[in-house]
């Protein structure tokens, strides 16, 4: 069964840092396109970061550069996200993606809340 589980989000006050973790199992992890979304009710759904497969290569969002940085470890399939420099705008929900040849797989989002 393919699967992903985050973790890692919680509360944390302006201009805090949190690391966001995401377990993946049940698919080729070391073929994915890892990616981490964020969502709200008032912006919907954007892309936060994303890593290629042999983790080669990385995109932002536009906010979350240089605050954002994703990593992948394909020995413990995970991937991970630190973020520095929280804002109020990064709350959101933080769901983590994995695309690949045969599959697209969602997790179940973990919450993130930055007080001012």
């Known amino acids: 069964q393919e699967q992903l589980v985050e973790s890692g989000g919680g509360l944390v006050h302006l201009g805090g840092s949190l690391t966001l973790s995401c377990v993946a199992s049940?698919?080729?992890?070391?073929?994915?396109?890892m990616s981490w979304y964020r969502q709200t009710p008032q912006k919907g759904r954007e892309l936060v970061a994303q890593?290629?497969?042999?983790?080669?290569?990385?995109k932002y969002g536009k906010s979350m550069e240089g605050r954002f940085t994703i990593s992948r470890d394909n020995d413990k399939n995970t991937v991970n996200l630190q973020m520095n420099n929280l804002t109020p705008e990064d709350t959101a929900e933080y769901l983590c993606?994995?695309?690949?040849?045969?599959?697209?797989?969602w997790g179940q989002g973990t919450q993130v809340t930055v007080s001012s």
């Open positions: 993606n994995a695309w690949g040849l045969g599959f697209d797989v």
């Open positions: 049940g698919f080729a992890f070391e073929n994915a396109l």
């Open positions: 890593i290629t497969a042999s983790g080669a290569s990385r």
